[in-house]
């Protein structure tokens, strides 16, 4: 990472990085503001390898704690900022968190209020002195961005970064670098160490900065945590910036582009490609802290986005806005969000355009298409891309282990150098193979030439009749007809097939979805035994979601098994 910033600001100086909330960051003022929060961080105390939580908003804040955190080899947190008390708790105690910044709230989130009740003890707990709480034993100190509102906070993270500030030396500002802070030999005011208090020390940042290695931990990501509790995701500087570099070049993000995403930079979606692909390719990245379809419209009208990444869902909520017609994004030349780009540059048909899978253990997507793919090949309909550069697959049997020839279905396993560090607290043996690889518990299947089909998750199979059902198929399919917004797909009991193929759909705006006429449809793309016999119209709402929106899958299970017993929609066929 300091390596990454410290180049970055070189070679693109003045030009924009971000832009959130009316708030935007050049490549220098990202060096700068970090390396002044980094000093003081350190005049604050923190070491090499000391746990620091960010329970942020995206936003230029996230962004300044994140790099700062990095240059001095401390390891980010990333927290997720819809979780509720509980799963703060959890997560803040088994990471090992040893100070905090957070966000006063968020959204109608009172982060304050949450935290006292996460942390037991801490509202009674004095902010001028280290915590020592027993439901968090490591953690010592919680800073706020901006003005701190309890008396348990040890202040603001803005005082950390004026003490981290270029000091004087007479009447003249100690400046020197190449990006504005203090050159090596010039001295910081300490926080009223040795010399003494006011007295001027040694910069020790560039001498931390050069034992800053790629082995390094940078991160620690939670997963989402929808089958168990969730699982502190380890990764190095190598492997970020490597991922990094690496999904720049797949969108081929360069100083021209300018990059929106709403994906949050808790997930590794958002920090590592969102915000660290362009830092890596001197590209804009375009954010906002909250989506809302007519603001996102207003910045990427103003800002001229070319790129477009995220989940299609928001794509569509912007298309239907009232306002979108009126809009020039002319600028806007390609990207994930099909709906927001120009008719010559969508597929004819989505599943001729290669898509790309990832998990948080991977560091984002592990398969993905090689830069400059077009349409793909009858033969490759629906692929998810090859492997990234560094990431090797293979297909194994779930149950012997044995590798599986080209083209045959079983666990997907990746080795490579963007795979994760480990789980944090789990033994290297409880997570990878003998030889390195990481069973992601994804089905899936390799073509002879390399590309990835992905299946589904292992336990989502639908077995009916003998037969096996990719949920992924059948949910790409449904997906794919018009008035469709979300279409989900999992296996009901049935006495006579074992399992019954179901599916929940909701419909977008202003449509009315008819069960028959999607059969139909259905009927020319798949085989018989894949159409599922019970459908539900639903609103999203009454869906089971996890807080990074994947679909708890036993949950609608249940849900659509209740309501093929109750009849509440169409008869099942035969």
């Excluded at 002044?36 to 804040?61: C, F, T």
């Excluded at 998810?384 to 560094?390: D, K, L, Q, S």
């Amino acid at each position: 990472m300091p390596t990454l910033l410290r180049e970055a600001a070189l070679q693109h100086g003045d030009r924009l990085l971000l832009v959130a909330d009316g708030e935007r960051l050049s490549f220098v003022e990202a060096e700068r503001r970090s390396a002044e929060l980094a000093r003081g961080l350190l005049a604050d105390g923190v070491g090499k390898g000391e746990r620091i939580g960010l329970l942020l908003p995206n936003g230029v804040d996230w962004a300044i704690c994140f790099f700062a955190i990095g240059r001095i080899g401390a390891i980010a947190v990333a927290l997720n900022t819809f979780w509720q008390a509980p799963e703060l708790a959890y997560a803040l105690r088994d990471a090992d968190v040893a100070r905090l910044i957070t966000a006063p709230s968020f959204r109608g989130h009172d982060y304050l209020e949450r935290l006292e009740t996460a942390i037991g003890g801490l509202a009674t707990a004095r902010g001028d002195r280290a915590l020592a709480l027993t439901s968090h034993p490591y953690l010592r100190q919680i800073r706020q961005v901006g003005d701190a509102a309890r008396g348990w906070l040890r202040g603001s993270v803005e005082e950390l970064s004026l003490l981290g500030a270029p000091a004087r030396v007479g009447d003249a500002r100690c400046e020197g670098s190449e990006w504005g802070g203090p050159p090596a030999s010039v001295a910081l005011i300490s926080n009223g160490g040795e010399p003494g208090e006011g007295a001027p020390t040694p910069d020790l940042l560039p001498e931390i900065e050069s034992e800053v290695r790629a082995a390094d931990w940078l991160a620690i990501v939670y997963s989402s945590g929808s089958t168990a509790s969730p699982k502190g995701v380890v990764h190095s500087h190598g492997a970020i910036v490597r991922q990094a570099e690496a999904m720049a070049a797949v969108y081929e993000l360069g100083p021209d582009e300018r990059l929106y995403s709403p994906m949050p930079f808790f997930w590794v979606g958002g920090f590592v490609v969102s915000l660290l692909g362009p830092l890596a390719s001197g590209a804009a990245l375009l954010t906002h802290a909250a989506f809302d379809p007519e603001k996102t419209l207003d910045l990427l009208e103003a800002e001229r986005a070319t790129v477009v990444i995220g989940w299609p869902h928001f794509a569509r909520a912007m298309v239907e806005h009232e306002t979108f017609a009126g809009r020039d994004l002319s600028t806007i030349r390609r990207g994930s969000m099909l709906a927001l780009l120009p008719e010559a540059a969508r597929p004819r048909d989505p599943q001729m355009r290669s898509n790309s899978l990832g998990m948080t253990e991977t560091c984002g997507p592990h398969a993905a298409a090689p830069p400059g793919t077009g349409e793909l090949p009858e033969h490759l309909r629906g692929a998810f891309g090859r492997g990234v550069p560094g990431i090797e697959h293979r297909i194994v049997d779930p149950k012997t282990r044995a590798v599986l020839a080209s083209g045959v279905s079983g666990e997907i396993e990746v080795r490579g150098s963007t795979v994760l560090q480990g789980l944090y607290k789990k033994e290297r043996e409880e997570i990878f193979t003998r030889d390195g690889f990481y069973p992601t518990g994804d089905a899936g299947h390799l073509s002879e030439d390399g590309w990835l089909f992905f299946e589904g998750r292992l336990g989502d199979v639908i077995k009916t009749g003998g037969a096996n059902v990719s949920p992924a198929e059948v949910e790409a399919a449904l997906s794919a007809l018009p008035g469709v917004a979300q279409a989900w797909v999992v296996g009901i009991p049935d006495e006579d097939r074992g399992e019954r193929v179901a599916a929940a759909l909701v419909a977008a705006a202003e449509t009315v979805l008819d069960v028959a006429q999607i059969r139909v449809a259905l009927r020319v793309q798949l085989s018989s035994y894949k159409i599922p016999g019970y459908f539900r119209i639903c609103r999203a709402d009454e869906l089971p979601f996890t807080d990074s929106g994947k679909i708890r899958r036993a949950e609608l299970a249940l849900f659509l098994a209740e309501g093929a017993r109750r009849r509440e929609a169409t008869e099942p066929i035969g």
